[in-house]
Structures are given as C-alpha cells and as structure tokens.
C-alpha cells in the first residue's frame, strides 16, 4: 500500500486559498487518489478523487503532477466551518481488495 | 452518495456491560465493511474487516473475542463490545464498500464506560 504523508497542521484566514499537499512516491498504477473531511466526533466525508491532472468539484480542486507522485487539495475561499482534519488516502478507486488506510491526517484551523 | 448509516451515535454503558453498535448500508450492497476505533487527537486506526458471510479479519492486536463482529447481510454488520472497560472508551467509525463502490463511511459511535 502506498503511505501517505502530509503536513500535520495548517492554519488560514476566512477567505484565503488553502493548499494541502500530500506525498506517495510508491503509488501505483492502478491507485487513485482520495480525500476525505472530518469534523470533530464524525465519520469522515469524502471531499474529492482523481487519477491525474487536475479535478474540480463544487467543493475543492485536486492537482495531481505527471508523476502522481503528491497530490495537492486546494480549498477555494475557506470559512470558519472548513476547519477539520483532512485526509489523504491512495489506492484503488473501488472494489477488490482495497483497504482504506488513514495516515495522520492534516488539521485545518481557519481563523476569523 | 452512498449512505451508510451507524447507530447509536452514543453511548454510556457500564464497565462490564456489552454493547452493540450497527452499521448499515442504506442503498447499496455492502460486500465488505470496516470498523475503526479513533481515540482523541489521533487518526483512524482499523480494527477489523469483514466480508459478508464470512468471519471477520481483525488486525494485529485487536481481540477478536472482545470486539465481535458479525456480517450476516449486506446491508448490516455489527460490532459489539463485549466486557467493556474504560479504556475501550472511544470513537468507533465504520464504513461500507460494494463490489464496484468507493468506501462510504458512517457518523461514528462515541462509547464511553464508566
């Protein structure tokens, strides 16, 4: 399984673009890459998948380099109510034999 | 998305006692589920993994006779603490897949033992 690294905290202001980078150098082909939200005492959300390139949805953008080799969340315009952990998981995007692995995770504050 | 939705949301039970959580995919077949235990400032951290029909696989260090987890249908899977102390005190999370699905995850169950 590929591990995963991200910064461990990260701290914004109402407003601003909040960018989240994530390490895999051994991902593999057939892996995609998946982020997740979590507030306090809930299960996590997914936020975002992609494969390469760069995905956008209503929420965030996912940037993926040729490589795939890190991955990076960017959060357009955060509010107060964005701050969570998030995280980063690599690995297939359905079925098989897949476990869903959680690494520390990145802890957002935004601040007023 | 896919629901999957987790019961009780909490819990306080006595020390000794058991209690059962369940977990349930609302519309898709969950072919496989998990169960996580995540303790204060910390990530998720797999517990087990089961396959419906079968006996559940627990990762190392997880006492099987202790955290019974029972898969009978597609749509259910339980988890139930038998014998809880205080140190079992925590949050429990599951989460559900289907044959061609991502992993869809529940609310959560905060237990707490007194």
């Known amino acids: 399984l590929a591990k995963t690294t991200q910064p461990i905290s990260m701290d914004s202001y109402e407003g601003q673009e909040v960018n989240i980078t994530c390490s895999h150098n051994?991902?593999?082909?057939?892996?995609?890459i998946t982020w997740y939200q979590q507030f306090p005492s809930q299960g996590p959300r997914f936020i975002i998948q992609?494969?390469?390139t760069k995905v956008t949805n209503e929420v965030a953008s996912l940037f993926i380099p040729a490589d795939r080799k890190s991955s990076t969340l960017s959060l357009p315009r955060v509010s107060l109510s964005d701050t969570a952990v998030y995280y980063c998981?690599?690995?297939?995007?359905?079925?098989?034999?897949?476990?869903?692995?959680f690494g520390r995770g990145t802890s957002l504050i935004v601040h007023p | 998305g896919a629901v999957v939705s987790q019961h009780p949301s909490r819990v306080i039970c006595k020390s000794g006692t058991s209690v059962k959580i369940e977990c349930r995919s609302l519309d898709f077949q969950a072919t496989t589920m998990f169960w996580y235990r995540q303790f204060p400032k910390q990530s998720l951290m797999l517990m087990a993994t089961s396959n419906e029909g079968s006996k559940a696989t627990y990762e190392q260090g997880v006492e099987k006779d202790k955290f019974l987890i029972n898969h009978a249908s597609l749509t259910l899977s339980t988890l139930t603490v038998t014998s809880a102390h205080p140190e079992d005190s925590s949050f429990y999370i599951c989460s559900a897949r289907g044959i061609n699905t991502e992993a869809f995850f529940g609310q959560g169950t905060r237990l707490t033992v007194v």
């Open positions: 992609g494969y390469k």
């Open positions: 051994n991902i593999a082909t057939n892996d995609y």
């Open positions: 998981l690599v690995g297939p995007p359905s079925g098989g034999s897949y476990i869903p692995t």
